[in-house]
């Protein structure tokens, strides 16, 4: 019996293997990046952490944690090999988009800071697109940017944080004590 | 018919009739005034522990796939018409545990924190601005310190952020709410801490992203 499970676990891994990465896959370390690929992202090799084939074109898979949402885009830094993160980079998408995040589809339009995400830049082209939800569904690459999240004009203005309510107290308790002298006067007089 | 010299005079009697209806007067504003102040701090805390009750419960909604489909629209309806607290935000060191707001208008800030308008959000990054009131929950950050873990709680995610830097600047001086690369978060208060009237300057905590992986 336990062997038969292991047998079925070895082969459902074979083909799992066999569908996201052939027998002669490349690694990050031999993939054909081309060029425009690693001009784009000249630390490619060291933030690939496998290379995968979908829809007939080799990807290499990148994880980075997200820094920031924008309007259409995503804005991620990458986990490098040695532990440290890449600079921030902007990943564009599509408002209905859905990544998985802790193995639940969550729509773009939902992630959260310091999120983990998973993209894929192809090999051949400078393009670069977020994992999706679903393994069958197909990927949307757009050309990689290595622009900084624009920053939004500064039109906060600063707060006012003093209550007027202690003032309130203040001149109620005054009115109080004040009454009360009177009251005391009138008395005395009375007396 | 003859006049008593002896009772007080027309001016007197003006006089104490005046100081009566004053001495009312007084009592009466006096005790409108204090009500005020005792319903405000009434609100606050009711409002404040109401907030971060409905902000827990909005984490873990009730499973509803046995309510009939008027019952659901019922507590939707109920939902809505709250004031829900977008956040919480703690910092374990003061011990302060205070609903986030989605503005900083007056009823917000009295029951808890409120978002700076025009700056980010937890979750979509930048510089989150958070405002308080320096004589109501924001008064224990005078004594935060450089390093202590400030705690964000939305409805996505915890985000934690440690403090690196305080500053006390000039209340027209907006330069440390310009929005950042890195998500951050700055506390904005008055300063002084005790002052009547609108305080001169503004008490401001920064504070950086903790990433997962950095703790």
Redesign the interface.
């Known amino acids: 019996m336990r062997r038969s499970i292991y047998l079925s676990i070895i082969g459902v891994t074979a083909v799992l293997g066999g569908v996201s990465a052939p027998a002669m896959a490349a690694t990050c370390a031999d993939a054909q990046f081309s060029q425009a690929v690693l001009d784009r992202f000249p630390n490619i090799r060291l933030v690939c952490s496998e290379i995968v084939e979908k829809d007939g074109q080799q990807y290499a898979v990148v994880k980075g ?6 309007n259409n885009a995503v ?1 991620m830094k990458f ?1 490098l090999a040695d ?1 440290t ?1 890449s600079d ?1 980079r902007k990943v564009e998408t599509r408002p209905e988009f859905r990544v998985k995040i802790d193995g639940k589809p969550v729509s773009v339009r ?6 983990e995400l998973t993209a894929y830049v192809k090999v051949s082209d400078p393009m670069i697109a977020l994992e999706p939800a679903e393994s069958t569904d197909t990927l949307a690459a757009y050309p990689i940017e290595d622009a ?2 624009a ?13 007027a ?15 009360g002298m ?2 005391f ?2 008395l005395r007089r009375q007396s | 018919m003859s006049h008593s010299t002896h009772g007080p005079s027309n001016g007197t009697r003006g006089l104490a009739r005046a100081l009566r209806w004053s001495e009312i007067a007084a009592y009466v504003l006096g005790a409108l005034l204090c009500s005020l102040f005792a319903l405000a701090q009434a609100d606050s805390a009711l409002g404040s522990t109401n907030a971060l009750e409905d902000f827990a419960a909005s984490l873990n909604p009730p499973d509803q796939t046995l309510w009939s489909a008027g019952r659901v629209r019922d507590y939707q309806v109920a939902q809505q018409s709250k004031t829900l607290a977008v956040a919480v935000l703690t910092v374990p060191s003061l011990k302060l545990e205070v609903p986030v707001f989605e503005g900083d208008d007056e009823i917000s800030l009295n029951r808890g924190a409120g978002m700076v308008a025009g700056m980010g959000t937890p979750d979509t990054g930048g510089n989150v601005g958070i405002a308080g009131h320096r004589d109501g929950y924001f008064r224990v950050l005078k004594d935060i310190k450089v390093g202590d873990l400030i705690e964000i709680r939305t409805r996505l995610k915890l985000h934690r952020y440690r403090v690196t830097s305080i500053d006390i600047v000039d209340k027209t001086d907006k330069r440390l709410l310009a929005d950042t690369d890195e998500p951050g978060v700055t506390l904005v208060t008055c300063y002084p801490f005790y002052y009547l009237g609108n305080a001169p300057q503004r008490f401001i905590v920064a504070a950086t992203y903790e990433w997962p992986s950095d703790s």
Request: hydrophobic residues 45%.
């Open positions: 944690d997200l820094v920031r949402t924008g804005y986990k532990g993160k921030t939902n992630l959260a800071v310091g999120q900084a999240p920053m939004a004009a500064n039109t906060a203005e600063m707060p006012t944080t003093a209550s309510l202690p003032t309130v107290f203040g001149l109620g308790t005054l009115l109080l004590a004040f009454a009177l009251t006067l009138r």
